[in-house]
């Protein structure tokens, strides 16, 4: 099974910076869908940024384009989520979740459906 394993997440205060990043192991690469969410105490989890790791497809939440940036790494199963002008209101667990095929479809890109999950690293931001 797919392995995820997130890192980078911490305490800043708002407007500071973090970057995570997620790793996927346990199986041959292929080409797919990779993508971070997030989920604040009572809040649903949503949708962040996600990435076709074959090249040419980036999604972002409108809440954070122009703030946020996902990469891939030099190892096609490494992508990395920048996160610039942090705000209190983006304290949550980050979670990266991968998928063959989802991000393919538009509307689907923030789906929760995603085959496999990381365990989450916590980023808060204090005002």
């Known amino acids: 099974r797919v392995q995820l394993v997130e890192s980078g997440g911490g305490s800043v205060q708002a407007g500071g910076s973090l970057r995570l990043s997620c790793a996927a192991s346990?199986?041959?690469?292929?080409?797919?869908?990779m993508g971070w969410f997030r989920q604040a105490p009572g809040k649903e989890r949503e949708g962040v940024a996600a990435l076709y790791t074959g090249g040419g497809l980036t999604y972002y939440a409108d809440s954070v384009k122009g703030r946020f940036t996902i990469s891939q790494g030099n190892a096609k199963n490494t992508i990395y989520l920048q996160m610039n002008g942090l705000k209190a209101e983006d304290t949550a667990m980050y979670f990266c979740?991968?998928?063959?095929?989802?991000?393919?479809?538009?509307?689907?890109?923030?789906?929760?459906?995603?085959?496999?999950w990381g365990q989450g690293t916590q980023v808060t931001v204090s005002s």
């Open positions: 979740a991968i998928d063959r095929l989802i991000c393919l479809q538009t509307t689907r890109w923030a789906s929760l459906e995603y085959s496999d």
């Open positions: 346990g199986y041959t690469y292929t080409a797919g869908c």
